[in-house]
């Protein structure tokens, strides 16, 4: 079970601090007690959660690029983490295709960066690297992928995430081996579901662009009314994440491996229903319309089987969809009202880590 004790005074390295999982979780983290450094570009949206909780007060923010091995790994060794989550991506599917050199360049050298640091910096004793439930090879399944399923990814983003995912491997097997290397940290991979909540304001990811255009009140273009995603509260893989950093840190044999925190199958729905739920509790007055112009592919099906992480990390989600979409269309008409957004999202922490796990 997650224990908030662990977090008191533990020092934590976060790359992509300035992104929307990022900014969650540094507030979630200060709030648990730990010492907080950040590591990452400018925001990547305007406006950000990041700025608009003033999270720069709370934590060591710390602006570099994980392409940067020296300076990257100066950060980390300054730092004198014990605990590194790397969360620093390019996390943006139809932007990868048309930079897709920046997506590799980033999410792979970057993954392949943090962990070479890792492993010259002795305070660090558990890691967390990020990647997604789009490093499967997309078979169009109705069930959801395990973690050994096959590796894959049609576009740059997902590629890169797949690709991400051999180099875990590679440097588990090669320099992190619990067997041989006793003294180094433990390190795992986390393939979370779509992740939405309050504060996300990227380009062309589904539940920005419909709040975005709710808030001028405008109708949303669809694209794939028809494709179904694994949604999730934010709050939900970030808890993931923390339970699996705590487990590295205590037992490095067992947890060193990759990990699936996805929702439960009814969360798994259209992105057409999706847009009606957000318009209902809403009240819009008006339709969403379908954008009919030619884009980039996109799967159909897109499941996770997280029963490894209920089974082994007792990890739960908390959160039905129907209330994880009530908690945003609040986030957001607190938003509207001018509420200081950095009570508003730790109040939605503090009902969160309140609520029982779900079955
Ligand atoms: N949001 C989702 O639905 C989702 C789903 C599955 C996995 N993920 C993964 O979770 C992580 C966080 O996602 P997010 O939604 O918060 O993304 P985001 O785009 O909001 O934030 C990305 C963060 O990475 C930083 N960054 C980008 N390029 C960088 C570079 N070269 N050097 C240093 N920092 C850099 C940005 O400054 C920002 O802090 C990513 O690894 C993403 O791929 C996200």
């Not at 200081?340 to 939605?348: G, K, W």
């Amino acid at each position: 079970m997650f224990k908030p004790a662990f977090w008191k005074d533990r020092r934590v390295f976060v790359t992509g601090h300035t992104g929307f999982k990022g900014s969650w979780l540094c507030l979630w983290l200060n709030d648990l007690g730990a010492k907080v450094t950040g590591y990452a570009l400018e925001p990547p949206s305007d406006p950000s959660l990041f700025e608009l909780a003033r999270i720069h007060e709370l934590i060591d923010h710390r602006m570099g690029d994980v392409r940067d091995l020296p300076a990257l790994e100066a950060a980390l060794a300054s730092s004198e983490a014990e605990v590194v989550i790397h969360m620093a991506a390019q996390s943006l599917v139809r932007y990868s295709y048309a930079h897709p050199v920046d997506t590799f360049s980033t999410n792979v050298m970057g993954t392949v960066h943090v962990l070479d640091a890792v492993r010259r910096v002795p305070s660090v004793r558990s890691c967390v690297i990020v990647t997604s439930d789009k490093c499967y090879f997309n078979e169009e399944w109705v069930w959801g992928y395990r973690e050994d399923a096959r590796l894959g990814g049609h576009d740059p983003y997902s590629g890169s995430k797949g690709a991400a995912e051999l180099v875990v491997t590679a440097y588990q097997n090669s320099f992190f081996d619990n067997e041989r290397h006793p003294d180094l940290a433990a390190i795992a991979s986390a393939r979370a579901g779509n992740v939405i909540g309050g504060g996300d304001w990227a380009v062309d990811r589904l539940v920005p662009d419909i709040m975005r255009s709710l808030l001028q009140d405008k109708p949303t273009l669809i694209r794939s009314p028809q494709a179904t995603r694994p949604w999730q509260h934010v709050l939900e893989p970030l808890h993931g994440y923390l339970m699996l950093a705590e487990r590295l840190y205590a037992d490095r044999h067992q947890f060193s491996s990759g990990w699936n925190f996805g929702p439960p199958e009814e969360s798994e729905r259209t992105v057409g229903w999706i847009i009606e739920r957000l318009y209902a509790l809403w009240r819009a007055e008006f339709e969403w319309e379908r954008d009919r112009s030619l884009g980039p592919p996109e799967s159909t099906f897109l499941k996770l089987d997280a029963s490894k992480a209920r089974a082994y990390l007792g990890w739960r989600p908390k959160l039905d969809l129907e209330t994880t979409l009530t908690w945003i269309v609040e986030w957001f008409r607190r938003h509207q009202a001018g509420d200081d957004l950095r009570d508003v999202t730790l109040s939605d922490i503090h009902r969160f880590m309140a609520m029982p796990p779900r079955g």
